[in-house]
């Protein structure tokens, strides 16, 4: 397997950034002390440039080649961000903010990012830029637009830029990738149904949103299983329900739901958030009773450009010696936002037997890291050789 030698040296250092990053997480845009954290590693390995503050915490490395024969320039992203998570991996350098916790891997993109960064920096055996896009916010899908919004694919002249994600179930350091709609659009929505409340014993006194809620939830399943084409990409879940009362003896006035869409084609979006709307409030009308819905488009979707794939597919195979197509995901991924500004693709690090992403006992495989940073330097030297390459 041809890792790097260097990563291979470099590990229990890179590993013990990753396990410092790891035991203060922070969260969203907070990265009071993430983010001046990378600034300052940047800036210790010999960065061309290094600036803060972009997207609200993002930080940006420049790392320049020995030459620049064609102008060309890398984006490579890494997320800072965890999760409001109260975590139970039991690691010795678990979470010291309760609350928080690294539980989706940021703190290995971070860190492999980092050690990718540090080797660049050292070699510059490239003819063109490389430009680090440490990113706030992934979990809230709004970071990475922040940084887009703040300019910084044309401040620093970004031509084609690439991304990571650690996998659970994927073998360590092996890697999967597909091109086309990898991750899927994420949408929100909230519908609030309002009747007339009124005493348990009294139903017929009220109007009870929360059979009428109940009925919403169950309709609602419907527009998937008999609205889509069955062999479209969709889902639809209603993950809160909160009624505006709590005692045993009320009927409520109101119910709030709150749910999430996850779909592949914008066809299929659109076709949900119409039917979703018609439904809820076709239902409660029937009930005698009013649905207000907010419908609201987050991250979209997540898809992978062609020729860049083929090329991040090359390398993944260099290092690893394979690279495995990644399934479609129904999760989301804000590096779409990126991938919307320019050509470019995602890829899949493995973690292992590890928990699944998002659960309290997930934590980082430290042995993926050689791989991760070797696919980043070696993306980088492949792609902008020198003319001694």
């Not at 109940?214 to 009624?243: E, H, K, Y």
């Not at 693709?345 to 050689?370: R, T």
């Amino acid at each position: 397997m041809p890792i790097k030698n260097r990563f291979a040296e470099l590990l229990p250092e890179i590993a013990a950034w990753r396990q410092d990053i790891h035991a203060h997480p922070e969260i969203g845009f907070e990265l009071d002390r993430t983010a001046p954290l990378v600034a300052e590693k940047l800036r210790a390995f010999g960065c061309d440039e290094v600036v803060t503050g972009i997207g609200g915490t993002g930080v940006v490395g420049v790392i320049r080649g020995r030459t620049d024969s064609r102008g060309h320039v890398i984006g490579l992203r890494g997320d800072m961000d965890a999760l409001p998570i109260h975590e139970a991996s039991g690691a010795a350098y678990a979470s010291e903010n309760p609350g928080a916790m690294h539980a989706c891997g940021h703190d290995g993109h971070t860190a492999m990012l980092l050690g990718a960064a540090k080797y660049l920096a050292e070699t510059r055996n490239f003819d063109g830029t490389v430009v680090l896009l440490f990113q706030p916010a992934e979990e809230l899908g709004s970071g990475a637009k922040a940084m887009i919004d703040d300019g910084v694919m044309d401040r620093f002249g970004v031509k084609e830029v690439y991304g990571m994600h650690n996998m659970p179930g994927l073998p360590v350091g092996q890697f999967a990738i597909r091109p086309g709609a990898l991750l899927a659009a994420t949408d929100e929505f909230f519908i609030e149904v309002t009747g007339r409340g009124g005493h348990a014993a009294k139903p017929h006194e009220a109007i009870d949103p929360t059979v009428t809620a109940s009925q919403i939830i169950l309709a609602l399943q419907s527009i998937v299983s008999r609205n889509a084409d069955p062999v479209a990409q969709g889902v639809l879940s209603v993950t809160s329900v909160q009624t505006s009362s709590t005692a045993y003896n009320v009927i409520p006035q109101s119910v709030k739901l709150r749910g999430t869409v996850r779909t592949h084609s914008p066809e299929m979006q659109d076709m949900i958030e119409v039917r979703l709307g018609e439904m809820a409030r076709g239902i409660a009308a029937g009930f005698g009773a009013q649905a207000e819905v907010t419908y609201l488009r987050h991250v979209p979707i997540t898809i992978n450009a062609e020729e860049p794939t083929a090329f991040a597919t090359e390398v993944a195979q260099a290092v690893s010696g394979g690279c495995a197509e990644a399934p479609l995901i129904m999760g989301g991924e804000d590096f779409a936002y990126m991938l919307q500004e320019r050509p470019g693709a995602f890829i899949f690090v493995g973690n292992g037997g590890s928990a699944a992403l998002h659960h309290p006992e997930y934590n980082f495989e430290d042995e993926a890291i050689p791989a991760g940073c070797s696919w980043f330097a070696e993306l980088v030297e492949r792609r902008m050789p020198t003319a001694l390459a």
